[in-house]
């Protein structure tokens, strides 16, 4: 039914969250609508810096890639990059960002737990979350999970930045933080979790975590996959 929307309709259906997330939503959206968010700025992550250099480009996601500082620094070292968010301001001030930067990245307003109903299709080869997935309702995680795997390509990086404790506050909109425990349990089938490290206090946040997940080459599932096909293609041939 979506694929039949114009552009922008789609866009804005595939941005409406499920459930949990729908808290959440509103909470960024006023966010973002009075002043700057305590997290935004117009520069990219260190860690990302340190990460890109010296590396090859290829195709990369950031998964609440709010206003694009890191979409755009990606875009400016060569990747083929998209930046999604769910809030339209957010999405909007990043594509302002890129037109004066003279760069062509996409960015798309859409739900990070419905990545390819919002046109967000993979395979990518590095996958960024800086603080969205830390507050991803725990009923959503799965549905996360579902669509990181599905548009990650075979031993692509996946790297997760994040508080592992939430302030009560925040408990209350449904994040639940994030942890080498909580990341197993959902990727785990599909990913290896190669590191874990704590980068310090940021703001009025300590515990900032950031783990780096590889996904594995003939993941478990897509194992399974097959051999689900193949036996009903089997049954059907009887
Ligand atoms: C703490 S901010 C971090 C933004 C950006 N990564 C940065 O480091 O500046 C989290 C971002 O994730 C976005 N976000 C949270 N849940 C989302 C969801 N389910 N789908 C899409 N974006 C989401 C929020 O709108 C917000 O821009």
Redesign the pocket.
């Known amino acids: 039914m979506t694929d039949a929307l114009p552009e922008q309709e789609r866009e804005i259906d595939s ?1 409406k ?1 499920k459930g949990g ?1 729908r808290l ?2 509103a909470f ?2 006023i966010t ?1 609508r009075h002043g700057r ?1 305590r ?3 117009s520069e990219p ?1 260190r860690e990302l810096v340190d990460l890109v250099a010296g590396r090859p480009s290829g195709r990369a996601v ?6 694009g ?2 979409v755009l620094y990606l875009a400016q070292h060569g990747w083929d990059v998209v930046g ?4 339209p301001e ?1 999405v909007e001030t990043a594509r302002k960002r890129a037109v004066d930067a003279e760069l062509s990245p996409r960015f798309v307003l ?4 419905r990545l390819r109903q919002a046109g967000v299709e993979g395979p990518f080869d590095l996958i ?5 997935y830390h ?2 309702a725990e009923g ?1 995680r799965d549905a ?1 999970a579902a669509e990181v795997t599905a548009v990650a390509a075979p031993g692509a990086d996946f790297f997760v ?1 994040g508080i592992s404790d939430p302030p009560a506050t925040w408990r209350l909109l449904g994040a639940r933080g994030v942890s080498a425990d909580d990341l197993l349990r959902h990727f785990g089938t599909d990913f290896d979790l190669t590191e874990e490290r704590q980068t310090g206090a940021r703001g009025r946040v300590a515990h900032f975590g950031l783990y780096h997940l590889v996904r594995r080459e003939n993941t478990p599932s897509e194992v399974e996959a097959s051999r689900s096909a193949n036996s009903s293609r089997a049954k059907k041939g009887k």
Not at 84 to 87: A, G, P
Not at 110 to 113: E, S
């Open positions: 941005a969250p997330g959440a939503l960024y959206r973002y968010p997290w935004d700025s992550h950031d998964l609440g890639c709010g206003t500082a890191d999604v968010d769910f809030v957010a859409g739900d990070v737990t960024m979350d800086t603080g969205c507050g991803i959503l996360y930045a």
